[in-house]
């Protein structure tokens, strides 16, 4: 195996968070620490109508990838890693658990 991608959402309470650039990357930046991997580069993009963002990690085992939706109340992540020596799912439950959310769809793809 190369890698897993992983792509899925996380539903969350607290709406401020999915339009707050600076909260999105702080939890994002702590998931990933708790988890081992390492952020390199980092590019967001602020959308106004709707309000959204989405915000780029590239890891030095691949990439990380958030989209807000503020008005459903909903992160869509995805995830490649080339580090199968960790179960994928943690990066996810380590984001959910920083947003005091729930995974609520979850798709794995093995390369």
């Not at 992983?6 to 607290?14: A, L, P, R, S």
């Not at 620490?33 to 959308?47: M, R, T």
């Not at 106004?48 to 109340?73: A, D, M, R, V």
């Not at 080339?82 to 994928?88: A, E, G, K, L, T």
Request: with cysteine; aromatic share 8%; charged share 25%.
């Amino acid at each position: 195996m190369l890698g897993e991608h992983i792509i899925g959402v996380i539903e969350i309470n607290d709406g401020d968070i999915l339009t707050s650039e600076e909260k999105l990357r702080d939890l994002v930046l702590k998931a990933c620490k708790l988890c081992g991997l390492n952020v390199v580069g980092e590019k967001y993009h602020v959308f106004n109508n709707p309000k959204g963002i989405t915000y780029c990690f590239i890891l030095s085992q691949s990439h990380f990838i958030i989209h807000s939706w503020p008005e459903k109340s909903k992160l869509l992540f995805d995830i490649f890693t080339c580090n199968i020596d960790r179960n994928p799912e943690e990066y996810v439950e380590a984001l959910a658990d920083q947003l005091n959310g729930k995974i609520t769809s979850l798709k794995r793809i093995k390369i």
